[in-house]
């Protein structure tokens, strides 16, 4: 019978900021019974059982799962010491999870800003002393608003110093492959122009998903865009025009009018 300091199960649930529906399982379980029985039927909690409530409460904000609170509550205190070091121990390693995460996060952060996850320093050893620590930013600047550069940043934040120095080796020798096509006499829409042209979007796709309606964009650029037309034609004099030709020369072998191509 109560004495009228018991709680109903509305109550405790209150007092103890949690659900009714939460006490109820606490109670099909056995982990947490009321154990005061009114003339009504209506079972209360007496002041023994919100205690053990209340340890319940404490030691699920600790992340401890019910069987093991059972075993804290109801064992010995060595039983409770190890069930206490195995939480400690996985909250250790959700820890080293979560900074895993941060860090990624950041570099995230770092890519998207920046271009490039690599120091000053790293950027000139791995690309060269041509390099130009600016580029990357001037390249966000111009842009930074389009759905490739946040693929770029996405990838970018995946990759090391090494990564990017294959990536560059890729760029680099492609180059050496058009310098030696155009000095062989290749003509664009050629077998082998368009093998060059393919292996032109494999290697620059490495940088985002580039379409053959994008890569005769950056055809165009490549012999619009002064900066861009003079890195081709140091490779090789008229290097920047050929490409150019070869990429539509590949376009409309697929069916795509050059005039008609669109940056997707």
């Known amino acids: 019978m109560s004495d009228g300091s018991d709680l109903s199960v509305g109550q ?16 099909e379980i056995g982990l947490a019974r009321p154990s005061v029985r009114e003339d009504s039927g209506y079972r209360r909690y007496a002041g023994a059982d919100m205690e053990r409530l209340q340890r319940i409460v404490v030691y699920r904000e600790l992340g401890i799962g019910l069987d093991d609170i059972r075993i804290i509550l ?16 996985r909250l250790g390693e959700r820890i080293e999870e979560l900074r895993r995460r941060g860090d990624d996060v950041e570099r995230l952060i770092d890519a998207y800003e920046n271009g490039l996850t690599l120091t000053v320093r790293e950027q000139v050893e791995t690309f060269g002393p041509e390099w130009d ?3 990357p930013l001037q390249a966000r600047e111009r842009y930074g608003d389009t759905a490739q550069w946040q693929q770029y940043a ?48 494999e290697v ?25 037309t003079a ?10 025009a050929w490409l150019r030709r070869a990429i539509d020369a590949r376009a409309l072998g697929e069916g795509l009018d050059p005039d008609a191509a669109t940056w997707e």
Do not use: N
């Open 74 to 89: 109801d064992g010995s205190a060595l039983e409770a010491a190890d069930v206490l070091r195995a939480q400690r121990a």
């Open 231 to 240: 890195h081709y034609d140091a490779v090789r004099p008229g290097l920047a």
């Open 133 to 135: 620590p600016r580029w």
């Open 12 to 27: 405790a649930a209150r007092r103890l900021g949690v659900t009714v529906r939460t006490l109820h399982h606490w109670d």
């Open 154 to 201: 996405e990838r970018s934040a995946k990759r090391d110093a090494a990564d990017w120095a294959r990536i560059a080796y890729t760029v680099t020798a492609l180059d050496a492959e058009l310098a030696a096509a155009v000095d062989a006499g290749v003509e664009p829409g050629s077998e082998g122009a368009d093998a060059l042209v393919d292996r032109h979007r």
């Open 204 to 228: 620059f796709s490495q940088y985002f998903p580039l379409t053959r309606s994008m890569q005769v964009c950056l055809g165009r650029m490549y012999e619009a865009d002064p900066p861009f």
